[in-house]
């Protein structure tokens, strides 16, 4: 299996603030690495997906990079909204599988 | 707009089998860019992939629980289902159904709002 391993686990953060997630392969999964904002008691809504892209109706604050074996999740400019808990996710090869989570909180 | 929502008992005893159902609509199951998954989320914990379908019928299990685990699709109900047997308490976790896009990235595009089931006597 490929594991995906999420750094850091849980930032405090301020809005305004400029947070960067990162998420690493173990073994290269070239871009197909996905990125999901889950808020509690909420299923996981998809915001990235082939590592850059960004789903429709998803703000423009979120982006994301990276190949190969590590990823990146930015948010530009932290609104109230996006204190969260983000999941990175790799489709390279069954079994699909998740980072552990970053939840971000509000410093 | 796809929607899925699962259906299903929230509360199975240990060693029986825990089936859930999910139901698609706003689109068809038989289109042939998807793939339809299981996943599940531990209370107060991560997301583990349990396995997906395919309309023709075939499969791919996580070979963590593929011994116990059958994902079938009913093509002329919209519907796939779960069935999960020999169940234990470290099976209680929230049963989410999702869209698996096989194309730019391959995302889990459209999920249910989940269902939580406890594995209780």
């Known amino acids: 299996d490929i594991q995906m391993t999420q750094s850091p686990s849980s930032p405090s953060a301020s809005v305004g603030d400029r947070v960067t997630i990162t998420c690493r392969a173990s073994?290269?999964?070239?871009?197909?690495l996905n990125w999901y904002q889950q808020k509690p008691g909420k299923a996981p809504k998809l915001l990235i997906y082939a590592a850059s892209s960004l789903q429709s109706g998803v703000p423009s604050r979120f982006r994301g990079s990276g190949s190969g074996t590590d990823f990146t999740l930015t948010i530009s400019s932290l609104q109230p909204e996006d204190f969260a808990t983000y999941y990175c996710?790799?489709?390279?090869?069954?079994?699909?599988?998740f980072g552990g989570g970053t939840k971000v909180e509000i410093k | 707009q796809v929607q899925l929502q699962e259906s299903g008992p929230g509360l199975v005893k240990p060693s029986q089998t825990l089936s859930l159902t999910c139901t698609v609509s706003?689109?068809?199951?038989?289109?042939?860019?998807?793939?339809w998954s299981w996943i599940r989320q531990h209370p107060g914990k991560g997301l583990e992939w349990i396995g997906y379908i395919y309309y023709s019928g075939s499969t791919n299990y996580n070979p963590s629980l593929k011994s116990r685990v059958t994902i079938s699709v009913d093509t002329s109900k919209n519907q796939f289902s779960l069935k999960l047997t020999s169940v234990t308490a470290a099976d209680t976790a929230i049963y989410y159904c999702?869209?698996?896009?096989?194309?730019?990235?391959?995302?889990?595009?459209?999920w249910g709002q989940g269902t939580l089931v406890t594995v209780s006597s």
């Open positions: 999702a869209r698996w896009y096989y194309v730019s990235g391959r995302p889990l595009d459209y």
């Open positions: 706003g689109g068809s199951i038989s289109s042939g860019d998807y793939y």
């Open positions: 996710q790799q489709s390279y090869s069954t079994p699909l599988t």
């Open positions: 073994e290269s999964i070239s871009s197909y």
